[in-house]
Nanobody
Framework: QVQLVESGGGLVQTGGSLRLSCAASGRTFSSYAMGWFRQAPGKEREFVAA????????YYADSGKGRFTISRDNAKNTVYLQMNSLKPEDTAVYYC?????????????????WGQGTQVTVSS
């Protein structure tokens, strides 16, 4: 089992940047694929990005391609989401999640472990 704690959210202007962090407990962090999801008010939780458990390959939703970068530091048990060129439509609660699956799981149901979320607000 793994526990996840996100940080780094906040208020930023359109075009700005934020770096989200997700710290994981436990000694087997490298054995999990990690993902970032977001949920805006009145909308379903949606996939943002994932990084594989083994080789660190990454996969992005179209909404974040070219603007967002997911990375992981297994020595620090931490996964990051660097978000650049932020838009008002990026406003949401951002969640990190851990999956036992190989590859790039994109469905919330693939992730049994979730953090509490961090709010990102982009002002126009």
């Amino acid at each position: 089992q793994v526990q996840l704690v996100e940080s780094g959210g906040g208020l930023v202007q359109t075009g700005g940047s934020l770096r989200l962090s997700c710290a994981a407990s436990g000694r087997t962090f490298s054995s999990y694929a990690m993902g970032w999801f977001r949920q805006a008010p009145g909308k379903e939780r949606e996939f943002v990005a994932a990084i594989s458990r083994s080789d660190g390959n990454t996969y992005y939703a179209d909404s974040g391609k070219g603007r967002f970068t997911i990375s992981r530091d297994n020595a620090k048990n931490t996964v990051y989401l660097q978000m650049n060129s932020l838009k008002p439509e990026d406003t949401a609660v951002y969640y990190c999640a851990a999956s036992h699956n190989y590859g790039f799981p994109t469905r919330p149901d693939d992730y049994p472990y979730w953090g509490q979320g961090t709010q990102v607000t982009v002002s126009s």
